[in-house]
Protein backbone atom coordinates (compact mmCIF):
# COMPACT_ATOMS: atom_id res chain seq x y z
CA UNK A 1 0.00 0.00 0.00
CA UNK A 2 1.37 3.55 -0.77
CA UNK A 3 1.93 6.30 1.81
CA UNK A 4 -1.41 6.91 3.15
CA UNK A 5 -2.92 9.01 6.09
CA UNK A 6 -5.23 9.35 7.52
CA UNK A 7 -7.04 12.75 8.62
CA UNK A 8 -9.20 12.01 11.65
CA UNK A 9 -12.09 14.83 12.55
CA UNK A 10 -12.04 15.13 16.21
CA UNK A 11 -12.96 18.82 17.02
CA UNK A 12 -16.20 20.54 16.75
CA UNK A 13 -17.92 23.04 19.53
CA UNK A 14 -20.00 20.13 20.55
CA UNK A 15 -23.30 22.77 21.24
CA UNK A 16 -25.65 19.69 20.70
CA UNK A 17 -24.10 17.38 23.39
CA UNK A 18 -24.79 19.69 26.08
CA UNK A 19 -24.68 18.97 29.43
CA UNK A 20 -20.95 17.22 28.46
CA UNK A 21 -18.17 19.40 28.46
CA UNK A 22 -15.74 16.69 27.61
CA UNK A 23 -15.28 16.07 23.76
CA UNK A 24 -17.01 13.95 22.04
CA UNK A 25 -14.12 12.00 20.70
CA UNK A 26 -12.78 11.48 24.25
CA UNK A 27 -15.90 9.72 25.71
CA UNK A 28 -14.38 6.56 26.98
CA UNK A 29 -16.18 3.15 26.22
CA UNK A 30 -14.47 -0.17 27.82
CA UNK A 31 -11.91 1.91 29.10
CA UNK A 32 -10.53 4.03 26.48
CA UNK A 33 -11.39 6.98 24.45
CA UNK A 34 -13.75 6.28 21.89
CA UNK A 35 -11.21 8.06 19.18
CA UNK A 36 -8.70 5.00 20.24
CA UNK A 37 -11.14 2.29 19.02
CA UNK A 38 -11.63 4.24 15.23
CA UNK A 39 -7.70 4.91 15.12
CA UNK A 40 -7.27 1.14 16.00
CA UNK A 41 -9.59 0.45 13.52
CA UNK A 42 -7.19 2.46 11.51
CA UNK A 43 -4.31 0.31 12.38
CA UNK A 44 -5.85 -3.07 11.56
CA UNK A 45 -6.25 -2.24 7.94
CA UNK A 46 -3.02 -1.24 7.43
CA UNK A 47 -2.57 2.79 8.13
CA UNK A 48 0.58 3.47 10.65
CA UNK A 49 0.02 7.59 10.51
CA UNK A 50 -2.75 9.70 11.40
CA UNK A 51 -3.37 13.13 11.63
CA UNK A 52 -5.97 13.92 14.63
CA UNK A 53 -7.54 17.02 14.29
CA UNK A 54 -9.11 18.70 17.53
CA UNK A 55 -9.44 22.20 19.31
CA UNK A 56 -6.71 22.04 21.41
CA UNK A 57 -3.74 20.05 22.24
CA UNK A 58 -3.29 20.27 25.70
CA UNK A 59 -2.83 16.82 26.94
CA UNK A 60 -4.74 15.13 23.67
CA UNK A 61 -1.45 13.66 22.89
CA UNK A 62 -0.65 11.81 26.11
CA UNK A 63 -4.29 10.20 25.72
CA UNK A 64 -3.89 9.22 22.01
CA UNK A 65 -1.77 6.45 21.75
CA UNK A 66 -1.93 3.29 19.36
CA UNK A 67 0.89 0.69 19.51
CA UNK A 68 2.64 1.05 15.75
CA UNK A 69 0.42 4.38 14.66
CA UNK A 70 2.63 7.76 14.52
CA UNK A 71 -0.36 10.00 15.64
CA UNK A 72 -0.13 13.93 15.31
CA UNK A 73 -2.44 16.41 16.59
CA UNK A 74 -3.86 19.02 14.42
CA UNK A 75 -4.96 22.48 16.48
CA UNK A 76 -8.07 23.49 14.68
CA UNK A 77 -7.93 27.19 16.34
CA UNK A 78 -11.27 28.39 15.35
CA UNK A 79 -13.96 26.05 14.69
CA UNK A 80 -15.29 26.73 11.69
CA UNK A 81 -16.65 23.68 10.40
CA UNK A 82 -15.40 20.57 8.66
CA UNK A 83 -13.17 22.34 5.83
CA UNK A 84 -11.35 24.57 8.46
CA UNK A 85 -10.60 20.97 10.22
CA UNK A 86 -8.77 19.86 7.04
CA UNK A 87 -7.04 22.38 5.92
CA UNK A 88 -5.70 22.53 9.86
CA UNK A 89 -4.12 18.87 8.99
CA UNK A 90 -2.48 20.27 5.99
CA UNK A 91 0.81 20.82 6.72
CA UNK A 92 1.14 17.44 8.08
CA UNK A 93 0.02 15.49 4.72
CA UNK A 94 2.91 16.69 2.26
CA UNK A 95 2.56 14.59 -1.12
CA UNK A 96 0.70 11.85 0.60
CA UNK A 97 -2.84 10.28 -0.49
CA UNK A 98 -5.25 11.11 2.76
CA UNK A 99 -8.47 8.86 4.03
CA UNK A 100 -10.25 11.84 5.91
CA UNK A 101 -12.71 10.24 8.31
CA UNK A 102 -15.11 11.70 11.34
CA UNK A 103 -13.57 10.66 14.92
CA UNK A 104 -17.28 9.87 16.44
CA UNK A 105 -19.03 7.55 14.12
CA UNK A 106 -19.15 3.72 14.85
CA UNK A 107 -19.06 1.51 11.97
CA UNK A 108 -18.95 -2.43 11.49
CA UNK A 109 -15.22 -3.94 10.83
CA UNK A 110 -16.53 -4.40 7.62
CA UNK A 111 -16.63 -1.60 6.38
CA UNK A 112 -12.87 -0.81 7.18
CA UNK A 113 -12.31 -3.81 5.31
CA UNK A 114 -14.41 -2.44 2.36
CA UNK A 115 -12.22 0.66 2.57
CA UNK A 116 -8.86 -1.14 2.53
CA UNK A 117 -9.39 -3.23 -0.42
CA UNK A 118 -10.60 0.58 -2.24
CA UNK A 119 -7.50 1.78 -1.52
CA UNK A 120 -5.50 -0.70 -3.04
CA UNK A 121 -6.92 1.17 -6.28
CA UNK A 122 -5.55 4.79 -5.71
CA UNK A 123 -9.02 6.19 -6.90
CA UNK A 124 -11.04 8.82 -5.35
CA UNK A 125 -13.79 7.03 -3.84
CA UNK A 126 -16.57 8.31 -0.96
CA UNK A 127 -18.99 5.79 1.09
CA UNK A 128 -22.92 5.62 0.73
CA UNK A 129 -25.49 4.31 3.06
CA UNK A 130 -29.18 3.55 1.99
CA UNK A 131 -31.52 4.96 4.71
CA UNK A 132 -35.35 4.55 4.78
CA UNK A 133 -35.89 7.55 7.30
CA UNK A 134 -34.60 10.96 7.48
CA UNK A 135 -31.21 11.95 9.09
CA UNK A 136 -29.96 15.64 9.55
CA UNK A 137 -26.73 14.81 7.12
CA UNK A 138 -25.46 15.33 4.24
CA UNK A 139 -27.21 13.64 0.90
CA UNK A 140 -25.67 12.65 -2.30
CA UNK A 141 -27.01 14.28 -5.32
CA UNK A 142 -26.75 11.52 -8.49
CA UNK A 143 -26.92 11.13 -12.05
CA UNK A 144 -27.67 8.17 -13.39
CA UNK A 145 -24.79 6.29 -10.87
CA UNK A 146 -22.56 8.93 -10.55
CA UNK A 147 -22.24 11.20 -7.18
CA UNK A 148 -22.44 14.64 -8.63
CA UNK A 149 -22.81 17.04 -5.21
CA UNK A 150 -23.61 16.13 -1.66
CA UNK A 151 -26.54 18.29 -0.09
CA UNK A 152 -26.18 18.92 3.39
CA UNK A 153 -29.05 18.69 5.93
CA UNK A 154 -31.74 18.94 3.02
CA UNK A 155 -34.82 18.70 5.28
CA UNK A 156 -36.98 15.72 5.43
CA UNK A 157 -39.13 15.91 2.14
CA UNK A 158 -36.47 17.27 -0.13
CA UNK A 159 -33.65 14.44 0.03
CA UNK A 160 -32.12 14.34 -3.80
CA UNK A 161 -31.36 10.30 -2.71
CA UNK A 162 -32.06 7.97 -0.44
CA UNK A 163 -27.96 8.01 0.12
CA UNK A 164 -26.38 9.50 2.84
CA UNK A 165 -22.89 10.53 2.80
CA UNK A 166 -20.68 8.77 5.49
CA UNK A 167 -17.72 10.71 6.06
CA UNK A 168 -15.12 8.15 4.88
CA UNK A 169 -13.46 10.06 2.13
CA UNK A 170 -10.40 8.63 -0.14
CA UNK A 171 -7.96 11.48 -2.37
CA UNK A 172 -5.22 10.06 -3.72
CA UNK A 173 -3.93 13.58 -4.44
CA UNK A 174 -5.44 15.56 -1.80
CA UNK A 175 -3.95 18.85 -2.65
CA UNK A 176 -7.02 19.34 -5.19
CA UNK A 177 -9.52 18.94 -2.31
CA UNK A 178 -7.87 21.99 -0.29
CA UNK A 179 -7.26 24.23 -3.12
CA UNK A 180 -11.05 23.65 -3.45
CA UNK A 181 -11.76 24.02 0.22
CA UNK A 182 -9.24 27.51 0.47
CA UNK A 183 -11.73 28.89 -2.72
CA UNK A 184 -14.73 28.03 -1.52
CA UNK A 185 -16.99 30.89 0.84
CA UNK A 186 -19.84 29.71 2.65
CA UNK A 187 -22.18 31.64 5.29
CA UNK A 188 -23.13 28.23 6.37
CA UNK A 189 -21.38 25.48 8.18
CA UNK A 190 -21.09 23.61 4.46
CA UNK A 191 -17.49 24.72 2.81
CA UNK A 192 -16.43 21.18 3.16
CA UNK A 193 -19.52 19.46 1.36
CA UNK A 194 -19.60 22.14 -1.15
CA UNK A 195 -15.57 22.10 -2.16
CA UNK A 196 -16.04 18.15 -2.24
CA UNK A 197 -19.08 18.87 -4.61
CA UNK A 198 -16.93 20.62 -6.72
CA UNK A 199 -14.64 17.52 -7.05
CA UNK A 200 -17.21 15.51 -8.11
CA UNK A 201 -18.27 17.82 -10.94
CA UNK A 202 -14.64 17.11 -12.50
CA UNK A 203 -13.72 13.44 -11.56
CA UNK A 204 -16.08 10.64 -10.80
CA UNK A 205 -15.37 9.51 -7.47
CA UNK A 206 -16.35 5.60 -6.63
CA UNK A 207 -19.32 5.08 -4.21
CA UNK A 208 -18.47 2.02 -1.95
CA UNK A 209 -22.00 0.70 -0.66
CA UNK A 210 -22.44 0.39 3.00
CA UNK A 211 -25.79 -1.67 4.84
CA UNK A 212 -24.63 -1.73 8.56
CA UNK A 213 -24.80 -0.64 11.46
CA UNK A 214 -24.17 3.33 11.47
CA UNK A 215 -24.65 6.02 14.55
CA UNK A 216 -22.75 8.73 15.01
CA UNK A 217 -22.18 10.24 18.97
CA UNK A 218 -24.08 13.39 18.21
CA UNK A 219 -26.71 14.16 20.62
CA UNK A 220 -26.15 13.42 24.20
CA UNK A 221 -28.24 10.38 24.56
CA UNK A 222 -26.36 8.53 21.56
CA UNK A 223 -24.28 7.23 24.14
CA UNK A 224 -26.32 4.88 24.69
CA UNK A 225 -26.40 3.36 21.69
CA UNK A 226 -23.01 3.19 21.39
CA UNK A 227 -22.35 1.82 24.63
CA UNK A 228 -24.61 -0.92 23.73
CA UNK A 229 -22.94 -1.65 20.38
CA UNK A 230 -19.78 -1.86 22.53
CA UNK A 231 -21.00 -3.78 25.52
CA UNK A 232 -22.28 -6.55 22.23
CA UNK A 233 -19.40 -6.26 20.27
CA UNK A 234 -16.65 -6.15 22.58
CA UNK A 235 -17.37 -6.90 26.29
CA UNK A 236 -15.93 -10.06 27.37
CA UNK A 237 -16.04 -12.16 30.65
CA UNK A 238 -12.70 -10.38 32.84
CA UNK A 239 -12.09 -10.52 35.79
CA UNK A 240 -8.71 -8.15 36.87
CA UNK A 241 -6.22 -8.18 39.46
CA UNK A 242 -7.10 -8.03 43.15
CA UNK A 243 -10.59 -7.95 42.05
CA UNK A 244 -12.83 -9.30 45.54
CA UNK A 245 -16.34 -10.85 44.75
CA UNK A 246 -18.08 -11.28 48.04
CA UNK A 247 -20.61 -14.26 49.12
CA UNK A 248 -24.09 -14.53 47.36
CA UNK A 249 -22.92 -11.96 44.40
CA UNK A 250 -24.28 -13.19 41.07
CA UNK A 251 -22.39 -13.07 37.72
CA UNK A 252 -24.44 -13.55 34.39
CA UNK A 253 -23.09 -12.75 30.87
CA UNK A 254 -20.59 -11.25 29.72
CA UNK A 255 -19.24 -8.70 32.73
CA UNK A 256 -15.82 -6.90 31.79
CA UNK A 257 -14.68 -6.31 35.86
CA UNK A 258 -11.38 -3.72 36.15
CA UNK A 259 -8.40 -4.53 38.54
CA UNK A 260 -9.18 -3.93 42.00
CA UNK A 261 -12.87 -3.93 41.94
CA UNK A 262 -14.51 -4.70 45.26
CA UNK A 263 -18.84 -6.59 44.73
CA UNK A 264 -20.33 -6.80 48.01
CA UNK A 265 -22.85 -9.09 49.16
CA UNK A 266 -26.20 -9.95 47.63
CA UNK A 267 -25.52 -8.29 44.41
CA UNK A 268 -26.45 -9.61 41.08
CA UNK A 269 -25.10 -7.80 37.51
CA UNK A 270 -26.89 -8.88 34.52
CA UNK A 271 -24.23 -8.36 31.07
CA UNK A 272 -23.20 -7.44 29.04
CA UNK A 273 -21.46 -4.49 31.45
CA UNK A 274 -18.02 -3.07 32.28
CA UNK A 275 -16.66 -1.76 35.75
CA UNK A 276 -14.42 0.06 35.57
CA UNK A 277 -10.76 -0.27 37.94
CA UNK A 278 -11.40 0.94 41.65
CA UNK A 279 -14.98 0.18 41.60
CA UNK A 280 -17.26 -0.14 44.67
CA UNK A 281 -20.38 -1.89 44.05
CA UNK A 282 -22.58 -2.11 46.92
CA UNK A 283 -24.60 -4.54 48.87
CA UNK A 284 -27.76 -5.47 47.36
CA UNK A 285 -27.30 -4.18 43.77
CA UNK A 286 -28.58 -4.65 40.51
CA UNK A 287 -27.23 -3.78 37.65
CA UNK A 288 -27.70 -4.34 34.38
CA UNK A 289 -26.68 -3.89 31.14
CA UNK A 290 -24.01 -0.62 32.02
CA UNK A 291 -21.25 1.08 31.75
CA UNK A 292 -19.60 2.11 35.04
CA UNK A 293 -16.44 3.63 34.73
CA UNK A 294 -13.82 4.04 37.18
CA UNK A 295 -13.42 5.04 41.28
CA UNK A 296 -17.41 5.15 41.36
CA UNK A 297 -19.11 3.95 44.14
CA UNK A 298 -22.60 2.32 43.66
CA UNK A 299 -23.78 2.26 47.44
CA UNK A 300 -26.45 -0.01 49.34
CA UNK A 301 -29.82 -0.97 47.63
CA UNK A 302 -28.91 0.50 44.31
CA UNK A 303 -30.35 -0.18 40.57
CA UNK A 304 -28.68 0.61 37.79
CA UNK A 305 -30.26 -0.27 34.31
CA UNK A 306 -29.29 0.27 30.75
CA UNK A 307 -27.11 3.39 32.04
CA UNK A 308 -23.43 5.07 30.86
CA UNK A 309 -21.90 6.00 34.48
CA UNK A 310 -19.03 7.93 34.30
CA UNK A 311 -15.70 8.25 36.46
CA UNK A 312 -15.90 8.48 40.18
CA UNK A 313 -20.15 8.66 40.52
CA UNK A 314 -21.44 8.14 44.08
CA UNK A 315 -25.05 6.29 45.08
CA UNK A 316 -27.26 5.13 47.15
CA UNK A 317 -30.57 3.25 46.98
CA UNK A 318 -30.96 4.64 43.97
CA UNK A 319 -32.80 4.11 40.57
CA UNK A 320 -30.55 5.36 37.66
CA UNK A 321 -32.73 3.50 34.57
CA UNK A 322 -31.17 4.61 30.82
CA UNK A 323 -29.43 7.57 31.50
CA UNK A 324 -26.11 9.04 30.92
CA UNK A 325 -23.65 10.58 33.96
CA UNK A 326 -20.79 12.31 33.25
CA UNK A 327 -17.79 12.43 35.83
CA UNK A 328 -18.25 13.26 39.39
CA UNK A 329 -22.01 13.05 39.98
CA UNK A 330 -23.99 12.04 43.40
CA UNK A 331 -26.89 11.08 44.24
CA UNK A 332 -28.63 11.25 47.92
CA UNK A 333 -30.49 7.97 49.29
CA UNK A 334 -33.94 7.82 47.37
CA UNK A 335 -33.30 9.69 44.43
CA UNK A 336 -34.41 8.54 41.79
CA UNK A 337 -33.85 9.05 37.55
CA UNK A 338 -37.20 7.64 36.06
CA UNK A 339 -37.09 6.82 32.50
CA UNK A 340 -40.63 6.15 31.22
CA UNK A 341 -43.45 8.48 30.35
CA UNK A 342 -46.86 7.44 31.83
CA UNK A 343 -48.09 7.36 27.97
CA UNK A 344 -45.22 5.29 27.63
CA UNK A 345 -44.54 7.95 24.54
CA UNK A 346 -41.09 8.84 23.26
CA UNK A 347 -39.20 10.96 25.04
CA UNK A 348 -38.28 14.67 23.65
CA UNK A 349 -35.60 17.07 24.57
CA UNK A 350 -34.62 20.60 24.07
CA UNK A 351 -31.58 21.34 22.05
CA UNK A 352 -30.61 24.79 20.96
CA UNK A 353 -34.13 26.05 21.72
CA UNK A 354 -35.77 23.04 19.55
CA UNK A 355 -37.83 20.54 20.70
CA UNK A 356 -36.37 16.70 19.76
CA UNK A 357 -37.61 13.37 19.47
CA UNK A 358 -35.12 11.23 21.13
CA UNK A 359 -37.00 8.47 19.27
CA UNK A 360 -36.57 7.09 22.81
CA UNK A 361 -39.23 5.66 24.58
CA UNK A 362 -36.82 4.85 27.63
CA UNK A 363 -34.70 7.55 28.74
CA UNK A 364 -33.30 9.13 32.01
CA UNK A 365 -31.19 11.83 33.15
CA UNK A 366 -28.86 13.22 31.44
CA UNK A 367 -26.35 14.55 33.76
CA UNK A 368 -22.84 16.85 33.40
CA UNK A 369 -19.62 16.76 35.57
CA UNK A 370 -19.51 17.84 38.82
CA UNK A 371 -23.60 17.62 39.80
CA UNK A 372 -25.14 16.59 43.67
CA UNK A 373 -28.43 15.34 43.88
CA UNK A 374 -30.29 15.49 47.56
CA UNK A 375 -31.88 12.70 49.12
CA UNK A 376 -35.79 11.98 47.77
CA UNK A 377 -35.44 13.85 44.53
CA UNK A 378 -37.15 12.69 41.70
CA UNK A 379 -35.51 13.46 38.07
CA UNK A 380 -38.27 13.01 35.49
CA UNK A 381 -37.49 11.35 31.79
CA UNK A 382 -35.58 13.08 29.77
CA UNK A 383 -34.60 15.94 32.03
CA UNK A 384 -31.05 17.22 31.13
CA UNK A 385 -28.95 19.00 34.07
CA UNK A 386 -25.54 21.37 33.95
CA UNK A 387 -22.04 20.62 34.92
CA UNK A 388 -21.52 22.09 38.35
CA UNK A 389 -24.84 21.63 39.56
CA UNK A 390 -26.70 21.17 43.05
CA UNK A 391 -30.34 20.05 43.19
CA UNK A 392 -31.52 19.79 46.75
CA UNK A 393 -33.50 17.25 48.66
CA UNK A 394 -37.34 16.31 47.43
CA UNK A 395 -37.63 18.09 44.31
CA UNK A 396 -39.80 16.74 41.39
CA UNK A 397 -37.30 18.48 38.39
CA UNK A 398 -39.31 18.29 35.06
CA UNK A 399 -37.57 20.58 33.16
CA UNK A 400 -33.89 21.52 31.76
CA UNK A 401 -31.05 22.70 34.32
CA UNK A 402 -28.35 25.18 33.23
CA UNK A 403 -25.03 24.65 34.25
CA UNK A 404 -23.78 26.58 37.55
CA UNK A 405 -27.35 26.28 38.69
CA UNK A 406 -28.20 25.95 42.59
CA UNK A 407 -31.74 24.46 42.47
CA UNK A 408 -34.08 24.42 45.50
CA UNK A 409 -37.93 24.29 45.71
CA UNK A 410 -39.57 26.20 48.50
CA UNK A 411 -41.26 24.01 50.90
CA UNK A 412 -43.71 25.30 53.45
CA UNK A 413 -45.40 23.34 56.78
CA UNK A 414 -47.63 24.28 59.15
CA UNK A 415 -47.73 23.89 63.25
CA UNK A 416 -50.40 23.29 65.10
CA UNK A 417 -51.37 21.68 68.56
CA UNK A 418 -51.41 17.84 68.80
CA UNK A 419 -53.71 15.75 70.54
CA UNK A 420 -52.00 13.29 72.95
CA UNK A 421 -51.47 9.35 72.28
CA UNK A 422 -52.50 6.80 74.95
CA UNK A 423 -50.23 4.78 75.92
CA UNK A 424 -52.54 1.57 76.46
CA UNK A 425 -54.26 2.62 72.76
CA UNK A 426 -51.51 0.24 71.02
CA UNK A 427 -52.19 -2.22 73.05
CA UNK A 428 -55.87 -2.09 71.44
CA UNK A 429 -55.04 -1.30 68.18
CA UNK A 430 -53.17 -4.74 68.17
CA UNK A 431 -55.78 -6.50 69.64
CA UNK A 432 -58.25 -5.81 67.14
CA UNK A 433 -55.57 -6.83 64.16
Known amino acids: ?92 IGTSSCLIMNATDVVEKTLYASIKDAMKNDEMFVVGKKVTEYFDVGYFKLEKDRVVAIIEKPGKGNEPSNLINLVFHYFPD ?10 TKSDKDNVYEQALSKILTQVTARVIPYDGYWQPLKYPWHVLDIMDY ?85 FHSNYIGDSVLEDNVSLGAGSVLANL ?46 KHSFICAGMIVDKDVPDDSFCVAESKYFLKHNTHIESSSRDAFKKRL
Open 1 to 92: MKNIVAVVLAGGEGKRFWPFSMYKSMVPFLGKPFLIHNLEMLKKVGLTQAIVVMPQNEGALSKIRVEGMDIKIATQSDTKGMGDAVLSAKKF
Open 174 to 183: PSVFFDAIAK
Open 230 to 314: FLSKKCISHQGRNVEIKSNVVIEGAVYIEDNVRIFENTKIVGPCYIGRNTIIGNNNIIRHSHIGSGCVTGFNTDITRSYIGDNCW
Open 341 to 386: RLDEGDIYSLVKGEKMNTKRNKLGTIIGRDVRIGVNTSIMPGVKIG
